[in-house]
């Protein structure tokens, strides 16, 4: 379940990007329509509920050897998906009011901001948070022996890595650099096929 959970948060992530159009730092990219941003916003629910199921998975496999850890990295995925899910309530005032197909017919300032606030969430969840539930996890796996040594090395060198880059985002020192997140990238996937691979108790203690 746990190798699962980590594969649809990818797919999730993703679809919805690709859904809003120009919603993540391109503020000049014109949003997608109606249809778009309703499809991208259920992707992100579902995304922010795999990555609770994340946290839930991990918590039950680390937390005889190490509660902090369990405990902590629960905590921090479940503030990620806080943030992703405060994004998504900002995007859905741009298109569609409750209940009604009506268009919101808000002003362009309004609509400016909205997208403005989105991006900022989708830079400190997935971008600031991360990092730091990464290096978590990795300190434990790489002390407790419990999976191959490339595993935890992908997260202590990714989650670093992607935190610098965002974090020089953040202060307006860089554009987005898509490389970045390859370390942090391998690192979900080999975890995910681990865990599938040994079975969802990630192979006893």
Known sequence: MGGGLYFLTHVTSVGAVLLYGGASYAADAPLAGRGGVLSGAVLEILL?????????????LVRERSAVTASGYLALRTLEASVILAGVVTLLPLVARPA??????????????????????????????????????ACHLWRSRRTPRFIPVLGLVGGPV????????????????????????????????????????????
């Open 48 to 60: 922010a509920l795999g990555i609770v199921g994340t946290g839930v998975v991990i918590h039950r």
């Open 162 to 205: 992607v935190g610098a880059m965002n974090l020089a985002v953040m202060l307006g020192f860089s554009d987005v650099l898509p490389l970045a997140a390859v370390p942090v990238f391998l690192w979900e996937i080999a975890l995910a096929v681990w865990l599938i691979a040994r079975g969802s108790d990630g192979g006893g203690s």
């Open 100 to 137: 009604t197909t009506t268009a919101p017919g808000l002003e362009p300032g309004v609509e400016a901001a909205l997208r403005l606030v989105h991006d900022w969430t989708f830079l400190i969840g997935p971008g600031l948070i991360v990092p730091f539930h990464t290096v978590l996890l």
